[in-house]
């Protein structure tokens, strides 16, 4: 496929009303979303919820039941688009027992490299998973993090202009991850448009300028994250109170104001609690409620205010913690 | 605490349901089979017949009652087909392409007749063998033994012996009946028409001498015979003669060459070990796949049809180094001849890793997992190597499960080698074993590649 003519408004990828069943299990249930180029995107989601069903569809593994995808305006289909996509397996998808360089040969091997252009790929990829004095070793004697890298490194000998990442940073420490995050940025940079697929909050909310979340094989929300806070929290704010109870019980008309703001309380002591809630228009609403406290004689020792994470977003969106389906 | 251990042991068994079953059905399975092998199996049935040719120059009374004697015995077989040796050569031939494990040559003493004996049989045995079947040559040339001496005391009685050869397992042969003349005289008289030269004479003393030497002989030569027919592969007959009667074992295929057991071994041994490493190195597919380096690999230019064969043409061309490696060491420490037979050697290794690649891409895309491979293969591999003869000689069971070996790579490369090595047959006659080795490796290819296209896109 010569993609150099295609013009920079088409998509890098788009996946209209994909869907999957394994058996009587939906796993992808009419999933619909693009991938801009040079854009980063992060597919979010809790452990099965569809996410590596998705890659693999899109990774041509599997085969999905309906919907279209299209790789830069083309339609997928087999053999087509070898040259534009790579693919990071979760899994460590390399030979242990061969050296880095090895494996990065073999790899830029298959995808159809040779000669010079090949040797070329090898010596840029083992600079740039930093690897270049470790080229002659066996895999198997690389610390986890070493091993991602020339996993990342083997999906994108052949310059893809689609990487698809499915949690590309498990099991790696953290100085390790910001290795492997520095690497995707200079592909970024070189116009490598990604999917990540990931279930790290942080890592999606840092990485990934926009989200996609799939839930249950479908897409819940799909947006920047200021856009999803917005659809899931929308203005509200997390405020948390700590507060001083003289008597050391609650008085009966702060209860009821407490109820009414839908606050939960947390006990410190017998004097000392922690009342959180979520407030919409703090600005004109924070001061009313600390009025209120301050009639019924108990004393504001702390006010907390937090814009909403992903993470509350992501709950407010699956209406769940991640979990394992 | 050591509770905690075994029961922690107990639990994780049993939930490896594969394990428990071959934890069980593993012993059972071998314990069968060899059972097969050594107990019913073995030749000690009166059923399980040697081929044999006979080739009778002689022509003579004596020597054709003693062929009707030896005929007699059903535990050879002296079919049409093995009748149809009718010199020596023509039988050596036959012995060498593995047409028949034995002739019985009846041969004119070449000088003038001396000893009595000589005078009475006026010609001596000489077995062509072929030794690779040390147990049939035992038994033939121990049946040889006691046949003659059996024939020797009739001629020497003038009421036979009184010695009932059917309680012996040997068919006594009516003498009045076959060989005309027999008996004819009473006492000092002649007592056998070719006997005539025996003359009249003869003392009764010196009859009785030979008598007391047959007497004592055949006790010996029919224990060595029981023995053999029980299954007891003991030595054969000691070099001893009956009654002087000279008879001699040639091994027809025994030019200098190493024990034709070495080479069995070294082609069981070798097939086994091909089987075993081809299961295991097929087993990188199921790892490949396990960690979705077969996504990666499949996501490339490369196609399953593509992956299949590399494995198959490397799995092949580390076989046959390994094969051969191993017989370059048979060869300088045990004496397998591999210089002069490398034509062949090469022609039956290549098709044997073949078959034995193919079917570890068999198993290994048929298993789901790499502990169910090991599991499977384990079983299969050892039931094959039992059967085929990697492990015990396939001459040593009986018919039908030699037959049986015949579904195995083993037996079929062990007969190619052996037509190299021990029969030293040229490579044309290896026909059979390179179209059913190769065969089978493309059959198994075949399958292998129908199975893989679960791992394929669906």
């Known amino acids: 496929m010569d993609i150099s003519r295609f013009s920079d408004e088409i998509p890098a990828l788009e996946v209209r009303n994909l869907r999957k069943r394994f058996g009587r299990q939906i796993a992808l249930d009419g999933v619909h979303f693009e991938l801009q180029q040079g854009e980063r995107l992060g597919l979010l989601g809790p452990n099965g919820a569809g996410k590596t069903t998705l890659v693999r569809c899109l990774a041509r593994r599997i085969r999905a039941d309906e919907g279209e995808i299209q790789i830069l305006g083309a339609p997928l289909a087999p053999g087509g688009t070898l040259s534009v996509l790579g693919v990071v397996p979760q899994e460590l998808a390399i030979y242990e027992d061969l050296t880095a360089k090895q494996n990065l040969k073999f790899f830029g091997k298959i995808h159809g490299m040779s000669g010079r252009r090949l040797r070329e790929r090898v010596h840029w990829a083992l600079d740039w998973t930093g690897l270049s004095d470790r080229s002659g070793q066996l895999v198997r004697y690389f610390s986890g993090g070493m091993k991602r890298r020339i996993n990342l490194a083997c999906g994108v000998m052949h310059a893809p202009k689609i990487l698809l990442l499915d949690e590309p940073t498990v099991g790696v420490d953290p100085q390790s991850r910001e290795r492997i995050y520095t690497m995707i940025d200079s592909l970024s940079a070189e116009g490598c448009s990604v999917l990540l697929t990931t279930h790290h909050m942080e890592e999606a909310e840092g990485q990934c300028e926009r989200l996609v979340i799939l839930d249950r094989g479908q897409i819940v929300a799909d947006g920047t994250i200021d856009v999803l806070t917005d659809q899931a929290v929308g203005s509200s704010r997390y405020v948390r109170l700590r507060i001083h109870l003289q008597s050391g019980c609650i008085p009966g008309d702060l209860l009821s104001s407490l109820e009414r703001w839908e606050m939960e309380m947390i006990s410190e002591s017998d004097r000392e609690k922690i009342a959180t809630m979520r407030m919409h228009e703090v600005a004109k609403n924070l001061p009313n409620l600390l009025e209120e406290i301050h009639r019924s004689g108990v004393l504001v020792t702390d006010v907390e205010v937090q814009s909403p994470s992903l993470h509350d977003v992501f709950l407010e969106l699956t209406g769940a913690q991640l979990r394992d389906v | ?458």
């Open chain 2, 1 to 458: 605490m050591i509770w905690n251990i075994f029961a922690l042991s107990f639990r994780q068994w049993i939930n490896r349901p594969w394990e428990v079953v071959l934890t069980f059905f593993l012993p059972i399975v071998f314990f069968s089979i060899f059972a097969l092998i050594f107990g019913r199996g073995i030749r000690s049935q009166p059923s399980q017949s040697v081929p044999v040719s006979l080739i009778d120059e002689v022509k003579d009374l004596e020597s054709q009652e003693w062929v009707q004697l030896l005929k007699s015995d059903p535990q050879l077989r002296f079919d049409k087909l093995n009748e149809v040796a009718t010199s020596s050569e023509q039988a050596k031939s036959r012995i060498q392409r593995g047409d028949l494990t034995a002739c019985i040559v009846i041969r004119p003493i070449g000088h003038s007749l001396n000893s009595d004996r000589e005078k009475l049989f006026p010609w001596s045995i000489m077995i062509l063998a072929d030794q690779s079947d040390q147990l049939a040559v035992g038994y033939v040339e121990s049946t040889v033994r006691a046949s003659l001496t059996r024939l020797a005391m009739s001629k020497l009685s003038p009421e036979g012996m009184g010695v009932s050869a059917t309680e012996h397992g040997v068919n006594q042969v009516d003498r009045r009946q076959t060989v005309p003349g027999v008996h004819q005289a009473e006492g000092d008289e002649v007592l056998l028409a070719p006997a005539a030269k025996l003359t009249p004479n003869a003392s009764d003393q010196r009859i009785n001498g030979i008598s007391q030497e047959l007497l004592s002989d055949l006790p010996r030569v029919e224990r060595e015979l029981d023995l053999l027919r029980n299954g007891s592969a003991g030595k054969p007959v000691a070099e001893e003669q009956p009654l002087g009667i000279p008879v001699q074992v040639q091994n027809v295929l025994d030019a200098g060459k190493a024990n034709p057991v070495v080479s069995m071994y070294a082609a069981g041994i070798a097939v086994m070990f091909l089987l075993f490493n081809a299961t295991a190195g097929s087993g990188v597919l199921i790892d490949e796949r396990a960690n979705q380096t077969l996504d990666r690999l499949l996501g490339s230019h490369l196609s399953m049809d593509q992956l299949l064969l590399g494995k198959w043409f490397y799995m092949t061309f580390l076989g046959t180094v390994q094969v051969t490696v191993m017989f370059i060491w048979a060869s300088r420490v045990f004496g397998v001849n591999l210089v002069e037979h490398l034509d062949g050697f090469f022609m039956m290794t290549i098709a044997t890793s073949l078959a034995a690649s193919g079917f570890g891409l068999f198993l290994a895309t048929l298993c789901q997992s790499r502990a169910q491979l090991n599991g499977i293969s384990t079983v299969v591999v050892l039931t094959m190597s039992a059967l085929g003869g990697s492990m015990v000689p396939r001459y040593l069971m009986n018919e039908s499960l030699q037959h049986a070996g015949l579904l195995t790579f083993n037996a079929w490369a062990i007969d190619g080698y052996d037509k190299i090595f021990w029969r030293e047959l040229p490579v044309n006659t290896l026909g059979p074993q390179l179209a059913v080795l190769t065969l089978s490796g493309v059959l198994f290819l075949s399958i292998a590649r129908l199975l893989a296209i679960r791992w394929e896109s669906k």
